[in-house]
């Protein structure tokens, strides 16, 4: 069983920066992919970044090269770096971890990005 438990959201203007943290507990936590994904108003759950453990990443190509995932494995956190924010980034941020067909999800955290 992981329990995931996200932070760091918050409002900020367009142009500014957020970084998102997901606190994981459990074990083997360092044999998890990392992900993150976000949910508009009235739209679908859409892929953000993701990160293997083998510190590989990907990115949905809306955020490409303004948002950086990482890992730290010996705090069991998983970071979203934010930046050049865009009112259309407004979302609710999950933090999520698989493995072997197992996924798991946070309670989300809340980003509004103000014009």
């Known amino acids: 069983q992981v329990q995931l438990v996200e932070s760091g959201g918050g409002l900020v203007q367009a142009g500014g920066s957020l970084r998102l943290s997901c606190a994981a507990s459990g074990s083997r936590l360092w044999a998890y992919a990392m992900g993150w994904y976000r949910q508009a108003p009235e739209k679908q759950r859409e892929l953000v970044a993701t990160?293997?453990?083998?510190?590989?990443?990907n990115y949905a190509d809306s955020v490409k090269g303004r948002f950086t995932i990482s890992r730290d494995n010996a705090k069991s956190t998983t970071y979203l770096q934010m930046n050049s924010l865009k009112t259309e980034d407004t979302a609710v941020y999950y933090c999520?971890?698989?493995?072997?067909?197992?996924?798991?999800w946070g309670q989300g955290t809340q980003v509004t990005v103000s014009s």
């Open positions: 990160i293997t453990r083998d510190l590989s990443t």
């Open positions: 999520t971890a698989s493995n072997n067909g197992r996924d798991y």
